[in-house]
């Protein structure tokens, strides 16, 4: 276990913002989470459970105790049916999860190639990318209830998952996710119906390294690495209106990007919103909107939350005002 106080933050969270804590905690194992739960009788309000600090727009003091747990341990189990759970630690990078997986033959979350911070941060967002979410290969989540000051196994459908939301988003600090349990296969179907991707279907004798390939080269060729210009990635959701809107939408504006889903509703794609209001590649002081990808606010240089916060509350007046379309942000922006 490791304690800082007044801990500089600014480097663990992916936007660089700059960033104190009063007390910064690294954890390895579930018994030294209990022990530290215990001696300062943690409450959700009092903590910020921090992963890779890749969807948090943090303030210049946090007044809160950080706790990281570090565990990075991967297990494997093969099931009645050949398929593999995979057992992973919170701490582990998610990418390089991802390529350890690929690297055995093993497919489901190859399309979630490249996506920025741990496994642990992963189920709170319920990460998406190219026509798949973590949803679609979670089993479990093994948690550390605050509140309740045991570890629990939750079920995918405890979780709660829905588009970039889950019970952990909904409960912010009170579930310390310790392991990630997905299930994975050397024969599962490829998902290659988004966009780019669907040329690979062309292919064959595809390989999933072959989809990770393709997946990394989009990412790249799109969207900044945060370590050299430092970004959450999509800074805004996709908003999802009903099908009536979406009518309205497409006959004002007959080239709007537009995707059916479940109940008839329609998620509308808010870079091209964005593009389309002449925000892409706008900066503003510290911060803008990204050249190559218009749905990625990036933090130029020694940018504040104000500034981000400001920025951003800008973009979204002039898209409702052009499209009456409330856009959300999508990391979690934490104020005190």
């Known amino acids: 276990m490791e304690l800082l106080e007044q801990a500089d933050i600014s480097m663990i969270n992916t936007l660089a913002l700059p960033s104190k804590a009063r007390l910064l905690i690294d954890t390895y194992t579930v018994e030294e989470l209990t022990e530290v739960s215990k001696k300062y009788s943690l409450l959700a309000e009092d903590i910020l459970i921090l992963g890779g600090g890749s969807n948090l727009v943090l303030p210049a003091f946090l007044d809160r105790i950080v706790i990281r747990y570090l565990g990075q341990s991967i297990r494997y189990q093969e099931t009645d049916t050949g398929e593999l759970l995979v057992s992973v630690d919170a701490g582990v990078v ?40 973590l949803a ?44 990630v349990c997905l299930k994975v296969s050397a024969k599962r179907d490829f998902s290659l119906s988004y966009g780019e991707l669907q040329s690979l ?51 004002k504006f007959p080239e709007i ?51 981000v916060l400001s920025f951003a509350a800008k973009i979204q007046s002039s898209i409702l005002e052009k499209f009456n379309v409330v856009l959300e942000i999508e990391p979690v922006v934490i104020k005190t």
């Open 94 to 133: 998610w990418d390089e999860l991802v390529n350890k997986l690929v690297n055995k033959g093993l497919r489901g979350i190859e399309n979630l190639s490249l996506i920025p911070g741990t496994v642990g941060a992963a189920p709170v967002q319920n990460i998406g990318a190219y026509g798949v979410e």
């Open 136 to 179: 679609d290969v979670l089993e479990s989540v093994e948690v550390f209830n605050i509140e309740k000051q045991i570890t629990e196994i939750l079920s995918k459908k405890q979780c709660e998952f829905s588009y970039r939301d889950s019970l952990f988003k909904q409960n912010p600090n009170k579930y310390f996710i310790l392991n």
């Open 201 to 251: 279907n062309r292919n064959s004798d595809l390989s999933v390294h072959q989809v990770r390939e393709k997946v990394i080269s989009l990412r790249q060729a799109k969207l900044p690495d945060p370590k050299k210009l430092p970004n959450t990635g999509s800074f805004f959701k996709n908003p999802v209106v009903t099908a009536e809107q979406a009518i309205k939408l497409k006959a």
């Open 257 to 307: 990007v537009a995707y059916p889903q479940a109940g008839g509703r329609v998620k509308l794609a808010a870079g091209w919103m964005i593009d389309q209001s002449g925000w892409k590649g706008v900066r503003s002081g510290n911060v803008g909107m990204h050249s190559k990808q218009a749905l990625v606010l990036v933090n130029y240089a020694h940018a504040t939350q104000i500034e």
